[in-house]
Nanobody, 114 residues
Framework: QVQVVESGGGLVQPGGSLRLSCAAS????????MGWYRQAPGKQRELVAGISHGGNTNYADSVKGRFTISRDNAKKTVYLQMNSLKPEDTAVYYCYVRLGYVYWGQGTQVTVSS
C-alpha cells in the first residue's frame, strides 16, 4: 500500500507564491512518476504538472513559466513551486503517485484572492 500526503496550500493574494509538497510512503521504491492535478468548483480535474521517475517534466499550458515541479527521490517527495498566482489558479490540488496503479492524496486547497 502507498500513502500520499500533501501540504502547503492556503490563501494567497494575486501575484503571490506558494509551494506545495507531497510525500509518498509505504510500498514504493523506485520507478514511479509523480505530479499534481487540480480541480476547481464546477470543473473537471486537470493535470497541472508531472515529473517522471527519470526527471522529465510536463506542464499545463496555463501554468508554464509560473509553476515549477521538482522531486527529491531520497525523500519520496514532489514539490510544486507556484509563482505569479492568479485567481483562476484557485482549486483543490491533488498529488498523485503512479506506479502502475495511481495513488492519490487527499487534496490541499489553494485560494488566490485579494
Amino acid at each position: 500500500q502507498v500513502q500520499v500526503v500533501e501540504s502547503g496550500g492556503g490563501l494567497v493574494q494575486p501575484g503571490g507564491s506558494l509551494r506545495l509538497s507531497c510525500a509518498a510512503s509505504g510500498s514504493i521504491a523506485s520507478g514511479y512518476d509523480m505530479g499534481w492535478y487540480r480541480q476547481a468548483p464546477g470543473k473537471q480535474r486537470e493535470l497541472v504538472a508531472g515529473i517522471s521517475h527519470g526527471g522529465n517534466t510536463n506542464y499545463a499550458d496555463s501554468v508554464k513559466g509560473r509553476f515549477t515541479i521538482s522531486r527529491d527521490n531520497a525523500k519520496k517527495t514532489v514539490y510544486l513551486q507556484m509563482n505569479s498566482l492568479k485567481p483562476e489558479d484557485t482549486a483543490v490540488y491533488y498529488c498523485y503517485v503512479r506506479l502502475g496503479y495511481v495513488y492519490w492524496g487527499q487534496g490541499t486547497q489553494v485560494t488566490v484572492s485579494s
